[in-house]
């Protein structure tokens, strides 16, 4: 048996789980998420706690991946995940235009990052952009999306970055 499925996963209060027609959806203050039960992996509801278990030796890994997939919608119906971006360099700045991100980032022209739905754009200060939702893997994509327009280099630290992440410098050529 798997380390991380023997774990059982324990639902938030307001948090319902629901297993029917192979499909597992979990219902909570921020939304509904639901996912596909793959076959060989089976789920039980015992005192409020999801018990996961594989019918066979090959589907072990799988019943660890889907009690972490489902763990993980579980914090997100109830609280929700959020990634911090900054914006470090002069004259780079970004600013909301009502559902659309505007990013100003040395480029010739402006960056319009449409926000998807499902995703909460927020920028506090000019510098600082946070991207919030209920699925943690779409969070996380959004988030690596807009820091793709311009990653941070390694000898200024000028570019987007997660506000977590540690940029290692490079010293500059010497003559």
């Known amino acids: 048996m798997s380390r991380v499925a023997k774990k059982p996963v324990v639902l938030p209060k307001g948090v319902e ?7 597992l959806s979990v219902k909570g203050p921020k939304g509904t998420l639901s996912i596909p039960l793959p076959e060989g992996v089976d ?14 030796e ?15 919608m579980a914090q997100g119906v109830s609280a929700g995940f959020e990634r911090k971006l900054e914006l470090v360099g002069v004259g780079y700045r970004a600013a909301m235009q009502g559902k659309d991100l505007n990013l100003s980032l040395g480029f010739s022209h402006p960056v319009l990052f449409k926000t998807p739905d499902g995703i909460t754009i927020v920028t506090p200060t000019q510098t600082e952009i946070v991207v919030s939702g209920t ?5 996380g994509e959004v ?3 807009i820091r793709g327009f311009r990653p941070p280099e390694p000898y200024k630290g000028k570019g987007v ?12 050529k010497k003559a």
């Open 135 to 139: 699925d943690k893997q779409r969070v």
């Open 143 to 145: 988030a690596a999306k």
């Open 58 to 72: 090959s589907k072990i890994p799988l019943a660890g991946t889907m009690r972490a997939i489902l763990a993980n």
């Open 161 to 172: 970055k997660y506000s977590d992440e540690v940029i290692i410098r490079k010293e500059a």
């Open 43 to 56: 789920v039980k509801v015992e005192d409020g706690n999801l018990q996961f278990s594989a019918n066979d």
């Open 17 to 23: 789980f629901n297993a029917q027609s192979g499909n």
